[in-house]
C-alpha cells in the first residue's frame, strides 16, 4: 500500500472508522484487539494478541473475553453460554 494519506470525519462518539486497505495492510481483522496510545501527539494504533500483563481495566477485560471467545471451539461456547444463563437465573431468583 502506498503512504498516500487518507482523511477521516471523526463522528460524535469519537469515532474513526479504519479503511479497509490500511487494516489489510496492518492484518487486523474483526475482533482483534488493539492498543491506542500516543506518540510525540499523535494517535497511535497496534494491533496485539495479548493484553498487558496485569491491566484488569474493565476495557482490556472486554477484549481479551471478546477475543478469547472468536477462537473458542462451538462446544466451549455452549458450555460458557449455558454457564451465563444458570448464573443469570440464579441471580433473578434472588431478586424475587
Same mark, same amino acid.
Given at each position: ?14 469515532? *474513526? ?30 494491533? *496485539? ?48
Amino acid at each position: 500500500m502506498d503512504s498516500k494519506a487518507i482523511y477521516k470525519v471523526v463522528d460524535d462518539k469519537g469515532r *474513526v472508522l479504519i479503511p479497509k486497505e490500511l487494516r489489510c495492510a496492518a492484518e487486523i481483522n474483526h475482533g482483534d484487539i488493539v492498543k491506542l496510545g500516543m506518540d510525540k501527539g499523535r494517535v497511535t494504533v497496534q494491533k *496485539v494478541n495479548l493484553i498487558e500483563v496485569g491491566d484488569q481495566s474493565p476495557l482490556a477485560v472486554d477484549a481479551y473475553v471478546f477475543s478469547a471467545v472468536k477462537t473458542m471451539e462451538k462446544q466451549t461456547l455452549l458450555s460458557l453460554a449455558a454457564k451465563l444463563i444458570a448464573l443469570i437465573d440464579e441471580n433473578t431468583e434472588v431478586k424475587k
